[in-house]
């Protein structure tokens, strides 16, 4: 007997979604991040229910949520996403002051375990924070950073440049440096374990980060 064909394909929600290595260029509309609990069981994320939660009781650990709403491709839709992503993303708001009418360039990396999400400003929208703005204190702390990721500065700003964000290469030394500083603030934070186990792929787990 033949196998059965699949006819439907997986629906990808009302949420933001990446395919692996796809950037997205978008602005937050939020003032501030909503959050929420999920209990991620045999793979499957499943929403916690607060208290009473059946999940909760049965000792099944429960991860941070993070929705903000975010205008994406002329669409307005929600943008949901682990605690580690967003902590990303409002590193870029504390140095830029605002979150609310951020721009960002968002990019997936990896699938399953080893996902990640480099989060960066769009050039020429970013406002640098006061006592961040001096090009001493950007390549001071990018240093600090890649002493403790065991990189090479100048190496890793060469990948930057040629390979990560090469459409900034005729920007000022400023807008450089602080799009860079942001791409390794986010490069050693990796070497921290996952807050979260997502589900192996593939899998319709897009809404999910």
Known sequence: MPSYE??????????????????????????????????????????????????????????IRWTILTKCEGEEIPWEMS????????????????????????????????TRYSVLPITGEEKAPTGRDDADWYANEIKRLCALGNMDPKQEL??????????????????????FYNYINEETKDLQPPDEPPPDEPQDIGRYF
């Open 6 to 63: 699949r006819q439907a394909e997986p629906s990808k929600g009302t949420f933001l979604s990446w395919d692996v290595g796809e950037s997205k260029d978008l602005v937050i509309l939020s003032e501030e991040g909503t959050q929420s609990h999920t209990h991620w069981i045999d793979n499957e994320a499943k929403e916690c229910k607060g208290e009473g939660c059946v999940l909760c009781a049965e000792g099944s650990r429960r991860s």
């Open 158 to 179: 060469k990948l930057f440049l040629e390979s990560v964000e090469p459409g900034i290469e005729a920007d000022t030394r400023d807008v450089k440096m602080r799009a």
């Open 83 to 114: 605690n580690t992503t967003f902590f990303g993303v409002e590193d870029v708001a504390e140095m830029a002051t605002y979150l609310s009418g951020l721009r960002l360039r968002v990019t997936r990396h990896g699938t399953g375990l080893k």
